[in-house]
């Protein structure tokens, strides 16, 4: 187990309230993290404490709006620290991932014709795929789709770089599979997408949990995420560069400004929210000056601490529940399985039963306390691929506040099923 985080699970499973909740006379264990984190007391904290001391709408000339404000400024400079941008201002905040990028697409559309392409990945979860491909469909544009190694659940890089040419407009592809946990070579995409001359697009929404983001380091142009994947409330993130976002037009009522960042944050904000993402950013932050044992870290180079201690964490409990997967003969891991390529996966993985119904199977841990997610989680072009339409799989996500003995517990009620 690795000391660093191992040392602190305790205090840091004391910061999440609902890790208390019972389950009949167990303790619930949540493996529902890739659809949804739990959060710390901070960020429930920042959210009450917005709506007792700063509660106004934007722009206003008196004290709560200033303070609001102020919160706001705040909060777009953390977020821009969480993805290692200097430029806070090419932050922008909405309901959720989907949103933000059906608004975008829209906006893109607008730039292309027919004849151009655009490319998607069947391993991506549904809203970096369908926005897209209605777009293209609107502009008359033509789709390209990458296919997915069918053995190891893994885009196939060879099919993309075959179908990438001159008149490919957009790139748009998953850091991560919110399914299966393929890490994708996002960054090799980006280099080649932009050798040909196309913008790239990348959806961070599964992996900002388990890895520090740097979108200048992985080259995209676009990269959206999503606050409650990663400790934090229901706020979507886009972030893009700024020549992009002050050339390209969007879709915005007359009043509102063209300036960054308001431009593409359409109508009234979720203010409580950007708050409390505020403070799940900062939560990571002082999880990475605590492990690294340095209160003087910048809130940057705290989170590259946290994130190495949450890598090596996290990848162990995975991986002892990849190797107590191999004893059951009757389930089927879809993904890598291979420990020596352990760089290649995040801590989610998906399986299926030879008799089972995975609806069956998810009721039946839920009643046990072990909280896991069933169906396709709007991975639809991969169920899809992989044959597995109407019911999908078994999908159990691991994140740092999880422990080795909740693993245990998992595979013991998967060995006896009730």
């Known amino acids: 187990m690795s000391a660093v985080l191992h040392d602190h699970i305790t205090n840091i499973r004391g910061q999440f309230p609902a890790l208390a909740r019972r389950a009949g006379e167990r303790t619930a264990a949540f493996f ?3 659809a949804g984190t739990q959060v710390p007391q901070c960020v429930i904290d920042a959210v009450s404490e917005y709506f007792v001391q700063h509660n106004a709408n934007h722009g206003g000339l008196f004290a709560t709006s200033r303070e609001s404000d102020a919160v706001l400024a705040r909060a777009h400079q953390a977020v821009a620290d969480l993805l290692g941008s200097d430029d806070p201002g090419t932050v922008s905040f909405g309901p959720n991932m989907t949103t933000l990028t059906l608004s975008l697409s829209r906006a893109l559309a607008r730039t292309w014709s027919s004849g151009d392409e655009v490319i998607v990945s069947r391993l991506d979860h549904d809203a970096n795929f369908t926005p897209w491909v209605l777009a293209a469909a609107d502009a008359g544009a033509t789709v390209r789709y990458i296919d997915v190694d069918p053995v190891d659940c893994t885009m196939d890089l060879d099919d993309f770089k075959a179908k990438l040419n ?3 407009r957009l790139v748009a592809v998953g850091c991560a599979s919110n399914a299966v946990g393929s890490v994708n070579p996002v960054k090799e995409i980006c280099r080649l997408s932009r050798s040909a001359g196309a913008l790239t697009f990348l959806d961070a929404v599964h992996f900002a949990p388990h890895s520090l983001i740097d979108v200048h380091d992985l080259g995209c142009d676009f990269l959206a995420c999503s606050a409650y994947k990663f400790f934090g409330p229901h706020v979507g993130i886009l972030w893009g560069r700024r020549p992009l976002l002050e050339e390209l037009s969007a879709y915005k009522l007359r009043p ?6 308001d431009k593409w944050m359409t109508g009234t904000q979720n203010h409580e929210c950007i708050a409390g993402t505020l ?3 900062e939560y990571l932050a002082d999880l990475g000056r605590t492990v690294a044992d340095d209160e003087t870290l910048s809130r940057r180079s705290s989170l590259v601490y946290a994130y190495q201690a949450i890598m090596e964490y996290e990848q162990q409990l995975i991986w002892h529940l990849i190797e107590g997967l191999r004893s059951l003969e009757s389930y089927r891991l879809w993904g890598i399985d291979d420990s020596l390529r352990h760089a290649e996966r995040l801590p989610t993985i998906s399986i299926t039963h030879s008799q089972r119904k995975p609806v069956d199977i998810a009721e039946e841990l839920g009643r046990q306390g072990l909280f896991v ?14 044959g597995l339409e109407p019911d999908g799989m078994i999908r159990v996500g691991v994140v740092h506040y999880n422990t080795l003995e909740e693993v245990d517990r998992l595979l013991t009620a998967l060995r006896n099923p009730a």
């Open 32 to 34: 529902d993290g890739p």
């Open 166 to 168: 001159d008149r490919t």
């Open 256 to 261: 509102a400004a063209d300036t960054l960042p």
């Open 279 to 281: 403070a799940a950013v």
């Open 373 to 386: 997610w069933h169906g396709n989680y709007y991975a639809q072009p991969l169920t899809e691929r992989l």
